[in-house]
Structures are given as structure tokens and as C-alpha cells.
């Protein structure tokens, strides 16, 4: 099998990683905090002490993180003449194949395949879908952007980690796919939240209430797999005090990014920027490590000030 270069082991990265020491790979692996490390070479990884350190001699590369300056300080040098300042294109060997799942902006992504190609390599941005139960889980949707030859070369290690894999088109194509699919995510959370809300302050049981429209005209994926309102459904960040997850500063980065794009192409999304605004407004209350479905509160707060007084 393979060797895979793994940096960057969040909620969502050490889950992946860890699927694919599962399926066979050797997983080589970098993080800044070296808790995660340990925890991956507890189920088989090999630790590195950089991420250069982990890229070097692999196979195969995979990163997870924050956002698009991290990616490209980390693939292309600043300094190519400053060994501490290479980045992982300086020092993978041929033929390694680089994969991005962060999810950032479209230009970040293509200025980092620009450079690969300079360089001979195939990279394809492949942000994800699913959520942390879908990395745990091996159920992943990847959404890549990249040549055809880098698509098909990426197939065996994203089997390894998720359940579907479309090709959205050239360098940076997968993270205007996955930016629309967040914008969507977010709008169906707040809509979501308020409607379960809505039941609950007329009296109704908000788990009946969610299994009525599951299967009704409204139902989506909230409330099939993500629930917001505590204790509806096990094993969600709803039913932990909304901890792991997808935090809400991660969804108004990806907000952000969808506005960002809606300028670009002069696209009218007067529902995301209103979600935007409400996920903004809620990281400013505190809860910006907090999972996004705790966007709930936002419309619970009123009826819990009811019941206090």
C-alpha cells in the first residue's frame, strides 16, 4: 500500500487519518497540537516533527486546514533558498500526488496548483462533506477540483476515507461546489432551528416534531443526521453541549467565502448573507468553538428567559 503524508488532524482530519491506517495505508502524520498526534500513532500512524518532515518521501499527500492562507504557506515556499522556509512542494518527491480537503477559497487553491504543475506534480482540491460523524464513519463526499489524470490517481485513498466522489471540474472547481454546499448547510440550520423552535414554544415534543417533517415536505438533512435541539438525536453536538463538530467560525469563514464568490460572479444570495449575518452575530455571543448547530439557541433564548423569569 501507499505511504500518506497526513497534515492537519482536527475534528475532521484524525478521523480520516485514522480510516486510512484502517484500510491498509502507512500514515505518516503532523499536527500542531501533539495530542493529535499521539492519539493517531496510538491506532498505528508514524509521527513527524514538521509537516515537510511527514511530506517527505510519501506517496501521497493529504491536508486538512483552517483556511486558504494556511494552505498556501504551507505548499509553496517563501523562501526556496531557506530550507525552514520550503514549503511541501520543495520537498515531495516526483509523482507524489497532493491532495487539499481544507475548505478555502478558489484562488488559494488554483495559486497552489499552479505551482505544483511548475513543478510536476498533480494537486486537486477535494473539500469535504459530512461532518464529523461522516469522517468517522468512512462516509465522506468528496468534491474535487483538478485534472482528470489527479482525479483518477486520488480515487484509491478517498475510497479509503469517504462514500462519494464527483469530479466538479479544473483546479479550484471543488471548492465553489463545496462553498454553495455550506451556504445551503447554513440557511437549512437556521431555518431548521427556527422551525423546531417554533413547535416547542406551541407545546409540541420538538423529536416528534422532527420525525414528522423528516419525512414531510421540509425535511432535509438536519434532521436526518444533524439535529440541533438537544436530545432529539444521540451522538450529535446538539446532545454534548454542542462540542466537536463543525465550529460556528468555520461556518462564517465558509460564509464569508460564498459571499466572497456571490461579488465575484454578481450572484444575488440574499439567504446566505442573512445567514451570515445571524452565524456572525452568534460567534460575537461567545460561541465561535461551538458547533454550528448551536445556532438553535439563538431562537431557544427567548423561550429559556420565559422559563428563568
Keep these: 500500500m501507499s505511504t500518506v503524508a497526513f497534515i492537519g488532524l482536527g475534528n475532521m482530519g484524525g478521523p480520516m487519518a485514522a480510516n486510512l491506517i484502517k484500510a491498509g495505508f502507512t500514515v505518516k502524520v503532523f ?19 514538521s509537516a515537510c518532515g511527514a511530506a517527505a518521501g ?6 486538512m486546514l483552517p483556511a ?10 517563501s523562501d526556496a533558498n531557506d530550507d525552514t522556509k520550503k514549503g511541501l512542494i520543495d520537498v515531495v518527491a516526483a509523482g507524489t500526488l497532493l491532495i487539499d480537503c481544507s475548505t478555502i477559497d478558489a484562488d488559494s487553491a488554483r495559486f497552489v496548483a499552479e505551482h505544483a504543475a511548475n513543478k510536476g506534480l498533480e494537486f486537486i482540491d477535494a473539500p469535504v462533506s459530512g461532518g464529523t460523524a461522516g469522517a468517522a464513519a468512512g462516509t465522506l463526499t468528496f468534491i474535487c477540483g483538478g485534472s482528470d489524470k489527479a482525479f483518477e490517481l486520488a480515487q484509491g485513498v478517498l475510497n479509503a476515507m469517504g462514500g462519494n466522489i464527483f469530479h466538479a471540474g479544473g483546479p479550484g472547481a ?22 423546531l423552535q417554533m413547535g416547542v414554544d406551541h407545546g409540541l415534543d420538538p ?14 438533512w438536519t434532521l436526518e443526521k444533524y439535529n440541533p435541539c438537544p436530545d432529539v438525536m ?4 446538539s446532545s454534548n453541549g454542542y462540542q466537536g463538530g463543525f465550529m460556528v467560525d468555520l461556518m462564517v469563514k465558509d460564509l464569508g467565502l460564498s459571499q466572497e464568490a456571490a461579488l465575484l460572479s454578481n450572484s444575488s444570495t440574499p439567504m446566505g448573507a442573512l445567514a451570515r449575518s445571524l452565524y456572525v452575530n452568534h ?17 431557544a433564548q427567548s423561550e429559556q428567559i420565559k422559563h428563568k423569569g
Design 283 to 299: 460567534a460575537k455571543q461567545g460561541n465561535g468553538k461551538r458547533d454550528f448547530s448551536s445556532i438553535f439557541e439563538l431562537f
Design 68 to 77: 486558504g492562507k494556511h494552505v498556501r504557506s504551507l505548499y509553496v515556499s
Design 234 to 237: 444521540d451522538s450529535v453536538p
Design 207 to 220: 423529536k416528534v416534531l422532527s420525525d414528522i417533517m423528516k419525512v414531510s415536505s421540509g425535511g432535509n
Design 58 to 63: 510519501a506517496d501521497i499527500v493529504v491536508t
Design 31 to 49: 499536527d500542531l497540537v501533539p495530542e493529535a498526534m499521539q492519539a493517531l500513532a496510538e491506532q498505528g500512524a508514524l509521527t513527524a516533527t
Design 174 to 195: 471543488g471548492q465553489v461546489a463545496k462553498i454553495c454546499n455550506n451556504m445551503l448547510l447554513s440557511v437549512l440550520m437556521v431555518a431548521t432551528s427556527e422551525s
